[in-house]
C-alpha cells in the first residue's frame, strides 16, 4: 500500500514556494458564487462525509404543490431581531459551506512537488512537470517509467480513466443505471474482455511488464491520494482496481470508435426501410467523382424491407425511476468519425534543408481532451508526445530522431452481414449454404444501479456476433441513435481480433533510429487504421496501417448477404500491400482523411468509401507548394488557416456555373421579401472569398445558406428537423463529404429535391434559392438587423460544457469554459466542425497540434486543446485554452538541458 512521505521544502531560495503538502492553486474563475451549493439541512455525521456532500447537489423536487399565499403581517421588532440573527447564521452557513467544500475539491489535487514512498519499483522515479502540468518521467528502467506513467496520468485524468474502462467492458449500468443498458450491451456484444485475456497472454514479456507496472502506479496514485474529484463524488463511485488488461481493452475501444463504416451501414437499412434502396443511395455518396451506390444497393434487391422497423430506443426511455443528476451522455467519447491533417516536408522544399513535420489530430470537443501529453525517459524507451488515456507509451511524437503523426484513413474495417434466422428445437439458427446452423449463444448478466440484473443473450454466427438487441436502445449520442428492430440476424465482423501486434507496432517507434525501423514498426499496427506521416532529418514517408480483408464481389459500403456465402471475406491483404510512399517527386506527404486509394489502382485492396471530401488535403497541398522554401512558421501558419475550398466552389456554382441562370430565375419567383433575401444572400457571395474567419460576415451568410440547403431538402422526408430520423440523417452526414455537400455542388436528378408537404413539385434552383432567403433571415434572428455587427464568430463558437453542469446550473462557473469565437469549419485546415442543419456550436476539433522542424535542437512543438488535467480544481484544468484559440504552441524538449530548463517541478516517487 501506496504511503505519502512528509514532503521536503524546495531547495530553491524563492520566497514565494511553500511546502508541496499546501501547495496552493492558483485562482481562475473558481471564486465567488459558482460552487457555493443550495442552503439545504445539514444531516448528521461526519460534516465532512461525502455522503452529506453529494446531497447538496441532488436536484431539488420541482413538483412541489404552490403554497396558499399568506397576506403579510406587521412584525414586531424582536421578531425582526431575530430574522436578521437567522439570516446571519444562513450566510454563515452558506459561507462555510463553500470553503468547506472549496477546501475538499483542492484536496483531489495531487501536488507537483513532494515525494510518496510507493511498492512495486525497484528505484526512485521523478515525475517533473512544466509551466502546463506536463509531465517529463524520467526512471532508471522500463517497468519503473511505466509504473510512474501510470501515477502521473491517475493524478491528471483519474474519472477518465475510470469511465473509459467501464465504457470498454460493458459496467456502465451499474454506475448509471437503465439508461446506460444499451451501450453495455453494444460493447459486451463486442466481447472486448474477453479478447483482451487473449491478446494479454500473447503480448511480449516486456510489454507485459510494461502493462503490470502502468496498472500498478494507477493504484498507486489512488492508495496514495484518495480524496476523489467532484465526478466520484456525486456519482458515490469508488474507482476499480486497474488491471494490465483494461490498458488493452482502451486500445479495442479507440480502435471501434475509429471504424468509420458501421453507422453508415445500420443507417442503410433503416433509410431502405422508409425510401426503398434505390432513393436511399442519394443519401451515402463516396466522393465527387464517383457513383452513388446503386450497385450495392442493388445487391440487396431480395432483402424484405418490411423485415426492418424503425424505433426510437423506447426501451429505455421507459425507466421512469432513473433520473440522474446530470446528462451522462456527454461523459463518453462518441464515435464521432474523427478526423486530421498531417504533412510533412522534404529538405529540398525546406528553407533550413532538414525535414519539417506537421499533424493535428481532429476529435470531438469533450471535457477532459481525449489526449494526454507525456515526455518518457529511460535507457530503454525515449520518447515525447500524445498517449490515449488508460495507456503507458507514446502513441503519436517523437524520439529525436524519427517524428511521427496521424490522420484517419477512414478505413472500413468491418461489415454487418445480415443472417435469415429461426427457432428450431430451443436452438436459434442461421441459414448457410443452404444448411441451418446453430448459433453460438451465451448469457451475459449486466448489474444495473439499484440491485437489479439484465440477462441478455451474445449470439454469434460465423460472421461475428449480433448486435441486434442494442439497437433497441438509445445510444450515449443521439446522433448514432439509430434504432430499429430488424427480423434478420445483424452480424458485426471485424478485422480486430486477439493476437493483436498494435501495441508492439507503437512501442517499438520510440527505438526506431531509421526509416526502415519506422517502417517495420508500423507494419505491427494491425487493429487502429491510420494514415502515418513519418519523417527524420533527411526523409519523409507516408503509410496506411491496419489490416484489410479481401472482399468478394461488392465492396463493404453498404451491408452484406450472410447466408449465400458468396460475400464472404476471402483472408487479408499483407502490410506490405497498404498505400505507402517514401521521398516523393513533389517533396511533400499530406492526408486529411481524403481518398488516398481510388477506383483506378493497381489493385484488388479496397479501403473505404467513408472518405472526407478532398477540400482539406487539396488546400494543404496549395498552401504546401506556393512557397520554394518553408519554415517552421509556415506549418504553424498552415494550422490557423480557414479558408475552405468547399466554399469558393458554391461561390461559383452559384454565381458564374451553368445553373445560375436557373438559380436566378427561380429567385424571380420567390414573394417580394424572400427575393430581396436572396439576392443580398448573393451579394454577400460576390465578396466572399471563401476565408472563414471569425470576423467574416460572409462567412456567417454562407453557413447559414448550407444549414438551409440541409433543412428544406431533407427535412420533409426525415418527419421535420425534430425527428428521430433527423438525428440519424445527420449521424450518417458528420463527415464532410455529405449528402449535403455532395447536393449542394450537384445531384440536380435528385428525388429528394421535391418538398413532399407542398403540392407542388419543387426542383433543386427553387430549393436552394429558398435557401438564401432563408440564410438572411437566420442571420437576422441570430445576430439583428445591424449587418455592421455581423460574424462567422458570433454564432459559430467553442463551448466547453462539462456535463455534470446541465442539470446542477451552480456548477457551471466550476466546470464549463468558453465561449471562444471560432472561425473554420468541417471544410478547413483549421477545423471548427459544425453541423449543417442543426445549431453552429462547434462539436468537432484539433484537440492537438503537433510540430516538429529538425534543423532546431529541439524543434518539437506541441498543445492539446483545454488542459493537462481533468480535475477542475487544478490550475491546469482549461490553463491550455488560449494557445488553443490562438494557435500558439508549447515546446515538447527532449535534450537534457532543455528538458531540466522547463520540467522545474519535481514529485519524487520513493522506494519502499
Known amino acids: 500500500m501506496a504511503t505519502k512521505k512528509p514532503v521536503k521544502k524546495s531547495t530553491k531560495k524563492t520566497p514565494t514556494k511553500k511546502k508541496a503538502t499546501k501547495r496552493t492553486v492558483k485562482s481562475k474563475q473558481y471564486t465567488g458564487s459558482s460552487l457555493v451549493p443550495p442552503a439545504i439541512p445539514r444531516h448528521e455525521g461526519s460534516p465532512t462525509s461525502e455522503t452529506e456532500l453529494r446531497a447538496l447537489f441532488e436536484p431539488h ?3 412541489e404543490q404552490p403554497k396558499e399565499k399568506i397576506t403579510p403581517v406587521k412584525t414586531s421588532r424582536k421578531k425582526k431581531r431575530l430574522w436578521k440573527y437567522v439570516a446571519l447564521l444562513l450566510v454563515f452557513f452558506v459561507g462555510g459551506s463553500y470553503l468547506w467544500l472549496k477546501s475538499r475539491l483542492n484536496q483531489s489535487i495531487v501536488p507537483e512537488e513532494g515525494s510518496a514512498i510507493v511498492k512495486g519499483v525497484t528505484a526512485n522515479i521523478t515525475i517533473s512537470r512544466d509551466d502546463y502540468g506536463v509531465p517529463h518521467i524520467k526512471a532508471e528502467n522500463l517497468e519503473d517509467l511505466a509504473f510512474g506513467a501510470g501515477f502521473a496520468m491517475a493524478s491528471d485524468r483519474n474519472f477518465q480513466l475510470e469511465f473509459l474502462r467501464r465504457m470498454a467492458l460493458g459496467e456502465l449500468s451499474e454506475v448509471l443505471g437503465k439508461d446506460a443498458l444499451g451501450l453495455d450491451i453494444f460493447m459486451r456484444s463486442l466481447g472486448f474482455r474477453a479478447l483482451t485475456e487473449r491478446n494479454y497472454q500473447t503480448l511480449s514479456p516486456k510489454l507485459r511488464g510494461v502493462l503490470d507496472a502502468y496498472a500498478k502506479g494507477i493504484n498507486a496514485q489512488r492508495e496514495a491520494f484518495p480524496k476523489r474529484e467532484i465526478e466520484f463524488m456525486l456519482l458515490g463511485l469508488t474507482p476499480a482496481k486497474w488491471k494490465p488488461q483494461d490498458s488493452l481493452a482502451l486500445y479495442q475501444l479507440f480502435s ?29 455518396p463516396v466522393y465527387p467523382d464517383e457513383n452513388l451506390p446503386f450497385s450495392e444497393a442493388t445487391h440487396l434487391k431480395n432483402i424484405d424491407w418490411t423485415k426492418i422497423v424503425a424505433i426510437d430506443g423506447t426501451k429505455s426511455a421507459s425507466n421512469a425511476d432513473f433520473n440522474p443528476p446530470f446528462d451522462w451522455k456527454m461523459l463518453l467519447p462518441e464515435p ?51 498517449a490515449l488515456p488508460g495507456t503507458p507509451i507514446v502513441a503519436l511524437g517523437t524520439n529525436g530522431t524519427i517524428a511521427w503523426g496521424a490522420t484517419m484513413v477512414m478505413a472500413d474495417n468491418q461489415d454487418i452481414f445480415l443472417e435469415q434466422m429461426r427457432e428450431q428445437d430451443g436452438k436459434k439458427q442461421y441459414l448457410y449454404k443452404g444448411k441451418w446452423l446453430d448459433a453460438k449463444i451465451e448469457e451475459q448478466k449486466i448489474k444495473i444501479k439499484g440491485g437489479a440484473e439484465h440477462t441478455f443473450k451474445r449470439i454469434t454466427t460465423r460472421h461475428g456476433v449480433l448486435v441486434n438487441e442494442a439497437l433497441l436502445y438509445t445510444f450515449p449520442d443521439k446522433y448514432l441513435s439509430i434504432n430499429f428492430k430488424s427480423e434478420y440476424g445483424l452480424a458485426f465482423s471485424t478485422t480486430v481480433g486477439s493476437k493483436e501486434t498494435t501495441l508492439q507496432g507503437i512501442f517499438d517507434m520510440a527505438s526506431a533510429r531509421t526509416m526502415k525501423q519506422a517502417r517495420t514498426a508500423l507494419d505491427k499496427v494491425t487493429g487502429i487504421y491510420l494514415n502515418i506521416v513519418y519523417a527524420d532529418a533527411k ?13 468478394k464481389g461488392v465492396t463493404g459500403q453498404l451491408p452484406r448477404i450472410g447466408w449465400t456465402g458468396e460475400d464472404d471475406w476471402d483472408g487479408y491483404f499483407l502490410p506490405s500491400e497498404n498505400p505507402s510512399s517514401i521521398n516523393p517527386k513533389e517533396g ?14 493497381d489493385t484488388d485492396l479496397w479501403i473505404s468509401a467513408s472518405w472526407y471530401s ?33 466554399a ?37 457571395f460576390e465578396k466572399f472569398d471563401g476565408n472563414l474567419s471569425k470576423s467574416s460576415a460572409a462567412a456567417a451568410v454562407y453557413e447559414n445558406f448550407a444549414s438551409s440547403v440541409a433543412l428544406l431538402t431533407f427535412a420533409d422526408e426525415m418527419d421535420g428537423h425534430t425527428s428521430a430520423l433527423w438525428t440519424n440523417f445527420q449521424a450518417i452526414n458528420k463527415r464532410s463529404y455529405s449528402a449535403v455537400h455532395d447536393h449542394i455542388l450537384g445531384r440536380e436528378e435528385s428525388p429528394f429535391w421535391d418538398n413532399i408537404a407542398t403540392n407542388e413539385k419543387e426542383t433543386k434552383a427553387s430549393i436552394l434559392a429558398a435557401a438564401l432567403a432563408k440564410s438572411i433571415v437566420l442571420s437576422e434572428d441570430s445576430m439583428g438587423k445591424n449587418r455592421a455587427n455581423w460574424a462567422w464568430g458570433k454564432i459559430h463558437q467553442y463551448h466547453w460544457k462539462h456535463p455534470f453542469s446541465l442539470k446542477a446550473s451552480f456548477l457551471k462557473g466550476y466546470l464549463n469554459r468558453g465561449p471562444v469565437d471560432a472561425g473554420g469549419d468541417m471544410h478547413t485546415l483549421n477545423q471548427a466542425g459544425n453541423l449543417w442543419g442543426d445549431a453552429h456550436d462547434v462539436w468537432l476539433i484539433p484537440a492537438m497540434r503537433f510540430i516538429v522542424d529538425f534543423s532546431r535542437e529541439d524543434g518539437a512543438e506541441l498543445i492539446i486543446h483545454m488542459g493537462l488535467s481533468g480535475n477542475p480544481s487544478s490550475q491546469h484544468y482549461a490553463d491550455m485554452i488560449p494557445l488553443f484559440t490562438e494557435v500558439k504552441y508549447s515546446p515538447l524538449p527532449l535534450k537534457s538541458k532543455s528538458v531540466l530548463k522547463q520540467y522545474s517541478r519535481h514529485f519524487v516517487l520513493i522506494k519502499e
Open 539 to 551: 526523409n519523409i514517408a507516408h503509410v496506411a496501417t491496419g489490416k484489410y480483408p479481401v472482399r
Open 614 to 646: 478532398p477540400d482539406r488535403a487539396d488546400r494543404a497541398k496549395e498552401l504546401l507548394s506556393q512557397k520554394k522554401y518553408l519554415t517552421q512558421e509556415d506549418m504553424e501558419r498552415f494550422q490557423a488557416d480557414t479558408v475552405s475550398i468547399s
Open 648 to 684: 469558393k466552389e458554391t461561390k461559383e456554382y452559384l454565381l458564374k456555373s451553368v445553373f445560375s441562370a436557373k438559380l436566378n430565375s427561380a429567385i424571380q419567383q420567390l414573394p417580394e421579401k424572400d427575393r430581396e433575401r436572396a439576392k443580398e444572400a448573393l451579394q454577400f
Open 336 to 386: 464521432a468519425l474523427p478526423a486530421s491533417n498531417n504533412w510533412a516536408v522534404s529538405p529540398k522544399r525546406t528553407q533550413s534543408g532538414k525535414t519539417l513535420l506537421a499533424n493535428d489530430t481532429h476529435l470531438q470537443l469533450t471535457v477532459p481532451a481525449m489526449w494526454y501529453m507525456m515526455n518518457l525517459e529511460c535507457p530503454e524507451y525515449r520518447a515525447a508526445g500524445v
Open 256 to 284: 471501434f470508435l475509429l471504424a468509420t463504416n458501421l453507422t453508415e451501414e445500420l443507417g442503410f437499412l433503416k433509410f431502405a426501410a422508409r425510401f426503398g434502396a434505390e432513393k436511399a443511395a442519394y443519401l451515402f
Open 61 to 63: 423536487d420541482t413538483n
Open 588 to 601: 511533400y506527404i499530406a492526408t486529411a482523411n481524403n481518398r488516398i486509394w481510388g477506383p483506378d489502382a
